[in-house]
């Protein structure tokens, strides 16, 4: 029930009840909430090791902009997106370029933005008009691409695609033209887990560009596969900086990067693909601040969480983790078929599995998911955008809460709940 805006609780209190009550209060209102360890859709970090949880609660006071006075915060920082730009296979990883973000959302307006000054810059040294800039992507892009269209006043071409497993590569050709900054990609959809044809992609729009002396680029989302493609055992196609109209990626360090939540990543190409008008110098207290980002303070603890995880884990603790996802992932795929109720949708590469019913007449979604949800089980329930008459799709985010034994339960949970309202 939503609260009254004359309620009490919207008053800036007049008195304090002291840091015990405050707490106390807060603690038990919160106790409402959802259990996030039962949240099976969700993508970000629930929980990190003992001593993450000490290094951050340790550092929670440093405002990360503070450069001067927190050079080795920033000096760590820099460390990451070299390696970052190193596992990526940025051609110049030891000079890279790129920044920490407070999550994917704001390295794609970042990228984008710099995506769309090139174009300009290039425009105008022709003498061409540069009011009409465009960006061309798939439907089921995540929502921050319609965001970055609408707050930095680029045209979307929004490519809807005509089912669930195609990507639609010939209509965002036919799309491209003289005005597109850039053309954006996915490598691990949130709807579908699914990975575009990147490499194809490249070699199309690298004829174009040939063919009409146009310079159009690519940007890599993969907020959710820049933590898993380098670390699982399947092969895939080359979607990184080896393919060379790749200029910039992103990823969320608070997705599969195993840190909580208000971490992303942006990495660049090189130097060349991030305007150097877009960095920002600031004398704010003693010497320039140099910064490529949306925001001013942030905190540094989670850009040192992240750290914490890099070197926790190293690459063969990425590889261990994500594999170990992956096989319980193959588990809840392979129990869902059996059961007969369910059809999988994800094409089986990221930990993430994505299913329908297969006869949704037999029981009906909402009904399935309201009795999970008596069992305090939260299972997400969507559509994806764009395509025609589709079914509800669900979806299951293996990571570190659910175990091989946990991931029984739910389908114990979730066969069980299907077959009592089957009977019913
Ligand atoms: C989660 C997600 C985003 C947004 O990332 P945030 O880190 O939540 O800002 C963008 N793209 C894709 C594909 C995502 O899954």
Redesign the pocket.
Known sequence: MKEKPTSKLYQFPKKGEGAFHAYQKISSELALDGNVHLDLGS?STTSMDPFADKLITEQLGKNFIDYNEYGQSKKIHDRIVRMLSGLLYAPEAIHPTGTSTL????A?HLALLSHKWNWKKRRESFGLSTSKPNIVYSGNA?V?WDKFALYFDVEPRKIPQSSLDSYPIEEILKNIDQNTICVGT?A???YTGSIDHIEKLNDEIARLNKKHNWNVGIHV?A??GGFVLPFIKKEVRPWDFRLPLVRSINL?G??YGLVYPGI?WLIFRDNSVLPKELIFSSHYLEKPIETYALNFSKGASMILAQYFSILQQGQEGYKKTIRGYCKIADTIRKRLQQSGYFEIIDEGILPVVVFKLKDKKEVDTTSLLLSLRSKNWMLPAYFIPGIPEQETLMRVVVKENISLSFAQLFCDDLICSYETLKKD
């Open positions: 993508f999550g994917s959302s704001e794609i995540h921050c996915i691990g959809n949130t989302d907020a959710i969320s608070h997705k992303g």
